[in-house]
């Protein structure tokens, strides 16, 4: 027992204790394209279920049109992530977005250096650079719930369905569906800090590559 390591009660902040960053393309109401950085995103099946902020306009984005993409970036991409991280979509910038130092943006695409792409299945545009490009539809969004702590909740999750999925040939494996794990290498958000993942450490018994 002596050899387990030593515990203690901590309170952070944030618990990205490592996800994934994701990159939304969703509409203005003028037509032209937004990107929203993400770092709470997952995925079961055909569905993705996203955390978004409720002041955000991916989300009003998204909420209106019911379509987007979710695009993931490669660790190589994370300067181009930061490039939007302070940046939103919204006109006037909430007052509480502009104290944390949020500022209006109306060109991500040309701000980040990234190039869109036409999608198959829905209107936003894909990221030319992402590796993984998944088109999705909206299911469903609700708020958080709400806490004694925090009774007007600042996210909502977000339910899509994927409906195309676009690769780089280059992470893929020729001949297949699958996605070469040893050349995929996702941009991971670990408590508002970027990292890249390593070398490989195993398989899981229903792996099928």
Same mark, same amino acid.
């Given at each position: 027992?002596?050899?387990?390591?030593?515990?203690?009660?901590?309170?952070?902040?944030?618990?990205? !204790?490592?996800?994934?960053?994701?990159? $939304?393309?969703? $509409?203005?109401?003028?037509?032209?394209?937004?990107?929203?950085?993400?770092s709470s995103a997952w995925a079961l099946d055909d569905r993705l279920v $996203?955390?978004? @902020?409720?002041?955000?306009?991916?989300?009003?984005?998204?909420?209106?049109?019911?379509?987007?993409?979710?695009?993931?970036?490669?660790?190589?991409?994370?300067?181009?992530?930061?490039?939007?991280?302070?940046?939103?979509?919204?006109?006037?910038?909430?007052?509480?977005?502009?104290?944390?130092?949020?500022? !209006?943006?109306?060109?991500?695409?040309?701000?980040?250096?990234?190039?869109?792409?036409?999608?198959?299945?829905?209107?936003?545009?894909?990221?030319?650079?992402?590796?993984?490009?998944?088109?999705?539809?909206?299911?469903?969004?609700?708020?958080?719930?709400?806490?004694?702590?925090?009774?007007?909740?600042?996210?909502?999750?977000?339910?899509?369905?994927?409906?195309?999925?676009?690769?780089?040939?280059?992470?893929?494996?020729?001949?297949?569906?699958?996605?070469?794990?040893?050349?995929?290498?996702? $941009?991971?958000?670990? !408590?508002?800090?970027?990292? @890249?993942?390593?070398?490989?450490?195993?398989?899981?018994?229903?792996?099928?590559?």
């Amino acid at each position: 027992m002596n050899d387990l390591p030593k515990h203690r009660v901590i309170a952070p902040r944030v618990l990205y !204790f490592g996800t994934p960053v994701a990159l $939304l393309s969703t $509409l203005q109401p003028d037509g032209s394209p937004n990107l929203s950085p993400l770092s709470s995103a997952w995925a079961l099946d055909d569905r993705l279920v $996203l955390g978004m @902020g409720r002041m955000g306009q991916g989300l009003a984005n998204l909420e209106r049109t019911r379509e987007a993409v979710v695009n993931l970036p490669s660790a190589a991409l994370w300067p181009q992530v930061e490039r939007l991280a302070p940046t939103t979509g919204r006109s006037p910038v909430p007052e509480e977005k502009r104290a944390m130092g949020y500022m !209006f943006e109306p060109r991500k695409f040309e701000r980040a250096g990234l190039t869109p792409l036409p999608s198959d299945t829905v209107a936003p545009p894909r990221v030319a650079e992402c590796p993984l490009q998944l088109e999705a539809v909206l299911l469903d969004v609700r708020a958080a719930t709400a806490t004694p702590e925090q009774p007007e909740p600042t996210f909502s999750i977000v339910e899509l369905r994927v409906t195309c999925v676009h690769a780089h040939e280059d992470v893929t494996v020729p001949g297949s569906q699958h996605v070469d794990v040893a050349r995929w290498q996702p $941009l991971l958000y670990v !408590f508002r800090h970027y990292a @890249g993942t390593g070398p490989g450490l195993g398989r899981n018994f229903r792996a099928e590559t």
